[in-house]
């Protein structure tokens, strides 16, 4: 009865309580046919990075799961009680435009003209957003495959370099010389979106040095992904990951 409350596992833990917002309380499943290497598992929900980190080096949790923006990771670093590795790992930033004819909630017209999309990635600074923001912890992406899928990664392709001038040259050429205004969704927090409201807030001044004005909407994650996905957005920030570095999997879940 009412199975999404009272789940019965078969896997490495059994089910043991699940209170709202506060924690979810597992223990080892002894009838398992393999190895359990812990006697009982506790999931907490801590919504606030701040919190997150101050729990983690506390030791208050053992495990983080989600995305640490860069200070947080310079503040581990410095702790003697913590030891931090770095890996590449599947997973990319990328902010998308909404080509959909109609203009409002739903799409933003002049994002079909392929000179207008240039213009944003001509006028968007992404190595400053990595230097500054990101403190050299990502790398400036040429697609969606990044360095951790190796030899799937295209070196060879040509990246759009920073060039304000250029950014405005194409503007002009797609008649909106003028400038634009569009609103730009962006997730307040959530797993691999790592530092979105300072990046994006960073692109939205790299574009407005052409004309271009993007109104921030922040909202929460679960917010921001229905809508995203639900094709309801002019333009949108997301993080992407992953689960096996496999470009059949990444590229056919977006």
Known sequence: KDA????????????IEWKKGERVVMERNDDYWGNVWLDRLTIVPIPEAAVQIAA???GNVDVL?????????????????LTVNSFEYPHYWAVQLSQREVD?????APFQNPLVRQA?????????????????TATVSHSNLGPAYGNWKNANVTQYPYDLDKAKSLLAQAGYSDGLEFTLM?????????DARAMATAIQADWAKIGVKANLKVQELVTHW?????????????GWSSIMIDPFNHMTNN
Not at 4 to 15: D, I, Q, R
Not at 186 to 194: N, R
Not at 226 to 238: C, D, E, M, N, P
């Open 226 to 238: 229905t809508q995203t996905r639900a094709g309801k957005f002019q333009a949108s920030t997301y």
């Open 4 to 15: 999404l409350k009272n789940p019965v596992t078969t896997g490495k833990f059994k089910f």
């Open 56 to 58: 983690l080096s506390s």
């Open 104 to 108: 409002g909630p739903t799409g933003y």
């Open 186 to 194: 962006v997730p307040a927090s959530g797993a691999g979106q790592q």
């Open 120 to 136: 944003l990635n001509y006028a968007t600074n992404k190595q400053s957003i990595v230097t500054d923001i990101l403190k050299g």
């Open 65 to 81: 799961l989600g995305t640490l923006t860069a200070d947080a990771v310079k503040f581990l670093e410095n702790d003697k009680n």
